[in-house]
């Protein structure tokens, strides 16, 4: 009996995948939506804690944070399911909000908690480069079977150290994307891309690119924005960490 | 001046039309950093007000400068100095891939990317 919700399940997160994939929030009173949000009502009722996770991630194609927050929390409570976690985590990112991403990994996603393989796939993307590596390290030391880093993070990592760079300055620096991003209703594309440059007497320095739909102009006029919301959100700036926007 | 920085632009929109190796795609990559770089050098020093000068070299001094505008320019021209440095940080990076790690590929894509990143610099320091 479980086989066929959890196919179903897999079958409509691809569906949200690809909604989330074509770059902007979608309007939930639409027939497609609301059919969509009917076949996630249906697996609820078998799985409670699964339906109630797709449904926070239904709701945030339309950019509904409270709502996202409330159904994972639901499914949360009912069962430990460790997809869950991760699945919140990536979401979080999705709408931008990777401070609050980086705490929730860096609080539910320790090698003890044995959530620390699900989350850091994506948490290596989001900002959380250091605290990647440390708990990559503690997950080793307590032989726990951990994955494959990206080299570009583990490089991210090692240079935002060494200029003392931490994640929270990181993370609060994709915020002001984020908040560009929610402003215009948009999503970027499935992954931050981690660019290093790292010759010294040349260019040593981080730079996350987020990859948006848009004309050249278009998204030039986006890194305007981005960098009037740095200013407002008076984002603690450092040379060797910066963030971009571009097409994809 | 005896040659223009968009002549330099042109030479790296030349270079990438002929591109069919690694080696050229290289070449394109660099020259359209250094087009960007004299061409953001021109911008920056045309502007009212100077940035903080951070960082070691030219390269990383032009790009925080840009990237870390006078705190007496309008909102607005904070905002256009601040996006032109993220362009030349990310044909900076790629620069210096270009130029200096060998081993790891860089593919056609890499160098239009490139040349798309220069072609939007001129175009917004042209409009300042």
Redesign the interface.
């Given at each position: 009996m479980k086989l066929v919700p959890e196919t179903r399940s897999s079958e409509i997160v691809e569906q949200l995948n690809e909604i989330t994939g074509r770059g902007w929030y979608v309007d939930g009173n639409t027939f497609e939506m609301r059919k969509l949000r009917r076949e996630i009502e249906k697996v609820r009722d078998v799985n409670a804690a699964i339906g109630w996770a797709l449904l926070g991630s239904y709701a945030a194609i339309s950019g509904d944070i409270a709502e996202v927050e409330r159904c994972f929390n639901a499914s949360m409570r009912l069962e430990e399911i460790t997809t869950t976690h991760g699945n919140y985590h990536s979401t979080l990112g999705n709408l931008g909000y990777f401070s609050k991403a980086h705490q929730y990994f860096r609080d539910s996603g320790r090698p003890e908690t044995g959530r620390f393989s699900q989350i850091s796939q994506y948490a290596e993307r989001m900002g959380s480069f250091q605290t990647v590596v440390a708990y990559d390290q503690e997950a080793r030391e307590m032989n726990i079977e951990t994955p494959t880093i990206h080299g570009a993070s583990v490089h991210a990592a090692a240079v935002l150290a060494r200029a003392g760079v931490s994640d929270e300055q990181v993370v609060s620096h994709l915020d002001a994307a984020g908040e560009v991003l929610r402003r215009h209703h948009m999503f970027y594309g499935q992954e931050i891309e981690i660019?290093?440059?790292?010759?010294d007497?040349?260019?040593?320095?981080v730079?996350c690119?987020f990859s948006v739909l848009g004309s050249?102009?278009e998204?030039?006029e986006l890194?305007?924005?981005?960098?009037?919301v740095?200013?407002e959100f008076c984002v603690q700036?450092h040379?060797a960490f910066?963030?971009?926007f571009?097409?994809v | 001046m005896t040659c223009s920085t968009q002549s330099l632009l042109q030479a790296s929109e030349r270079i990438g039309a002929i591109a069919n190796d690694e080696a050229v795609c290289r070449a394109g990559v660099s020259r359209a950093y250094y087009a960007s770089y004299h061409c953001c050098r021109k911008y920056y020093a045309s502007l009212p007000y100077l940035g903080r000068l951070i960082g070691n070299g030219v390269h990383e001094q032009l790009i925080n400068s840009l990237c870390h505008p006078s705190d007496k320019l309008t909102i607005n021209a904070r905002a256009r100095s601040a996006a032109i440095g993220k362009y030349l940080r990310i044909a900076c990076t790629a620069r210096v891939h270009a130029d200096y790690t060998l081993d790891k590929p860089l593919a056609h894509e890499g160098m239009q990317e490139a040349l798309l990143t220069a072609q939007t610099i001129f175009k917004a320091c042209a409009a300042e």
């Open positions: 660019k290093v440059a790292d010759f007497g040349e260019f040593t320095g730079t690119v050249p102009d998204v030039f890194n305007v924005a981005l960098a009037a740095e200013d700036k040379p910066d963030v971009i571009l097409p | -």
